[in-house]
């Protein structure tokens, strides 16, 4: 089992950049697959971005590509995700998500493991 943290959202205007961090506890974290999802108000949860737990793969949703990146630190137990040129559209709670030796799927039902969420808003 895994517990995850999330830090680092904040208040930013469009162009900006931010990065968060998911702090996860336990020592297998090298194993799961971890994934950044995202839900505004009055909508439902979407894909980001995620890694399969070997790091060998990653992928992102359309809308974040070329913007946003995911990475991982082992050795500090957590998984990043960099923000750039934040727009509007981009304002969200931020959740990170934890499945072992997942293959960092874009489905939000793969993972069993969350956080609590980070607040991201991007003013224009």
């Known amino acids: 089992q895994v517990q995850l943290v999330e830090s680092g959202g904040g208040l930013v205007q469009a162009g900006g950049s931010l990065r968060l961090s998911c702090a996860a506890s336990g020592r297998t974290f090298s194993r799961y697959a971890m994934g950044w999802f995202r839900q505004a108000p009055e909508k439902e949860r979407e894909f980001v971005a995620a890694?399969?737990?070997?790091?060998?793969?990653?992928n992102y949703a359309d809308s974040v590509k070329g913007r946003f990146a995911i990475s991982r630190d082992n050795a500090k137990n957590t998984v990043y995700l960099q923000m750039n040129n934040l727009k509007p559209e981009d304002t969200a709670v931020y959740y990170c998500?934890?499945?072992?030796?997942?293959?960092?799927?874009?489905?939000?039902?793969?993972?069993?493991?969350w956080g609590q969420g980070t607040q991201v808003t991007v003013s224009s």
């Open positions: 998500a934890a499945d072992y030796q997942g293959p960092g799927s874009s489905s939000s039902t793969s993972y069993p493991y």
């Open positions: 890694m399969r737990w070997s790091g060998t793969s990653k």
